[in-house]
Antibody, heavy 121, light 113 residues
């Protein structure tokens, strides 16, 4: 079955760029939408954005000026880049798959375990 | 943007009893082309990723116990958990995925009374 695994630095300095990668195993990134979600300490889930395998993206307007999500079909991975980070960007970051087929969408049915990112000097 | 509002924020329920969580969207999440409500429910336990329970407002994901059920259409939705088990203690989120950003509700923390 499809599995996702986030990777990247656990500590990022303020004003720098947070970069995470999600590796897809047991399936191909060349279908479905690939999503990033985060959960700040003590808060709920926040949808960051997603990328289709074609490279088409949608972002949360609250982060749009700072975020880039991309897909690399050759590596079966997709990535998140968030620039100019502050302490407010400290969170658990999850990657997930929005399952879709033939114009039907089924929800986020596969998730990575999550990776904790702390923004601190 | 579609705003998702859940109620209540905290829900204490006795073991074996029924838990009901409500979710209201600021706009309809009914996709008229296929008559599907693009509304999902997730269960989130500490130290684990969220787990998809329900999609299309009322369709259980494979492997989810049938004590979990979803209902509603348009802007008003309900997650019902019958015969509450100890392992159901978690935070539950609704999410609309009809329109980006695919917003989540603020979460409902389900506890044992």
């Amino acid at each position: 079955q499809v599995q996702l695994q986030e990777s990247g630095p656990g500590l990022v300095k303020p004003s720098e760029t947070l970069s995470l990668t999600c590796t897809v195993s047991g399936g191909s990134v060349s279908s479905n939408y690939w999503t990033w979600i985060r959960q700040s300490p003590g808060k709920g889930l926040e949808w960051i954005g997603h990328v289709y395998y074609t490279g088409s993206t949608n972002y949360n307007p609250s982060l749009k000026s700072r975020v880039t999500i991309s897909v690399d079909t050759s590596k079966n991975q997709f990535s998140l880049s968030l620039n100019s980070v502050t302490a407010a960007d400290s969170a658990i970051y999850y990657c997930a798959r929005l399952h879709n087929w033939n114009y039907y969408y089924y929800g986020l049915n596969v998730w990575g375990q999550g990776t904790t990112v702390t923004v601190s000097s | 943007d579609i705003v998702m509002t859940q109620s209540p924020d905290f829900l204490p329920v006795s073991l074996g009893e029924r838990a009901t969580i409500n979710c209201k969207s600021s706009q309809s999440v009914l996709y008229t082309s296929n008559s599907k409500n693009y509304l999902a429910w997730y269960q989130h336990k500490p130290g684990q990723p969220p787990k998809l329970l329900i999609y299309w407002a009322s369709t259980r994901e494979s492997g989810v116990p049938d004590r979990f059920s979803g209902s509603g259409s348009g802007t008003d939705f309900t997650l019902t958990i019958n015969s509450l088990q100890a392992e159901d203690v978690a935070v539950y989120y609704c999410q609309q995925y009809k329109t980006t950003p695919h917003s989540f509700g603020q979460g409902t923390k389900l506890e044992i009374k």
